[in-house]
T-cell receptor, first 117, second 109 residues
Framework: KAGVTQTPRYLIKTRGQQVTLSCSPI?????VSWYQQTPGQGLQFLFE???????NKGNFPGRFSGRQFSNSRSEMNVSTLELGDSALYLC????????????????FGAGSRLTVL | TQLLEQSPQFLSIQEGENLTVYCNSS?????LQWYRQEPGEGPVLLVT?????EVKKLKRLTFQFGDARKDSSLHITAAQPGDTGLYLC?????????FGRGTSLIVHP
């Protein structure tokens, strides 16, 4: 059973550019959630998509956006990149919506490491 | 937002030693989860504890949920280099998954 696949694994951008990251969930999983991980702030929730709709959103500016396709694959976009956006971006898939059951069962991908110069 | 404090922040030990890491909060949780994140990988769910006072064992790892369901501990017996990683705790059923900052463990051969 294939795991969660994130592409690209590494990328370097410059300030002001935009970036799109992709996440393919485990087959049959309907929820994809996105996280930003930095040494300073730790692992922080960005947003969750379920059935092509954004369900919950963390405390991030509007430059961070996402979408989900009918096959549950998801993309996240960061526009007007800032140096502080350098981070490991992780996605996780689950069958149920995040928070729907008593315990989330999240399967994470290996992440996309973004460096902004 | 449920704030989770993890301690210690860093731990560097020799193979064979025992260790305990902690996850504390002022909030009560319906469940609490522990993840391990190895270098270059995403976090992997290790365990979910649900009942206050519950103890779960996963080979050399022992997880305990506090009686008041506000805190949890992870004890590793006879640590091995393969235990190296970042250990994260998180409320199990949160709509906005909130993770502690984690304990970064290095086990030297």
């Amino acid at each position: 059973k294939a795991g969660v696949t994130q592409t690209p694994r590494y990328l370097i951008k410059t300030r002001g550019q935009q970036v799109t990251l992709s996440c393919s969930p485990i087959s049959g999983h309907r929820s994809v959630s996105w996280y930003q991980q930095t040494p300073g702030q730790g692992l922080q929730f960005l947003f969750e998509y379920f059935s092509e709709t954004q369900r919950n959103k963390g405390n991030f500016p509007g430059r961070f956006s996402g979408r989900q396709f009918s096959n549950s694959r998801s993309e996240m976009n960061v526009s007007t990149l800032e140096l502080g956006d350098s981070a490991l971006y992780l996605c996780a898939s689950s069958y149920n919506r995040v928070g729907e059951s008593g315990a989330n069962v999240l399967t994470f991908g290996a992440g996309s490491r973004l460096t902004v110069l | 937002t449920q704030l989770l404090e993890q301690s210690p922040q860093f731990l560097s030990i020799q193979e064979g030693e025992n260790l305990t890491v902690y996850c504390n909060s002022s909030s009560v949780f319906s469940s609490l989860q522990w993840y391990r994140q190895e270098p270059g990988e995403g976090p992997v769910l290790l365990v979910t504890v649900v009942t206050g006072g519950e103890v779960k064992k996963l080979k050399r790892l022992t997880f305990q949920f506090g009686d008041a369901r506000k805190d949890s501990s992870l004890h590793i017996t006879a640590a091995q280099p393969g235990d190296t990683g970042l250990y994260l705790c998180a409320p199990g059923g949160s709509y906005i998954p909130t993770f502690g900052r984690g304990t970064s463990l290095i086990v030297h051969p």
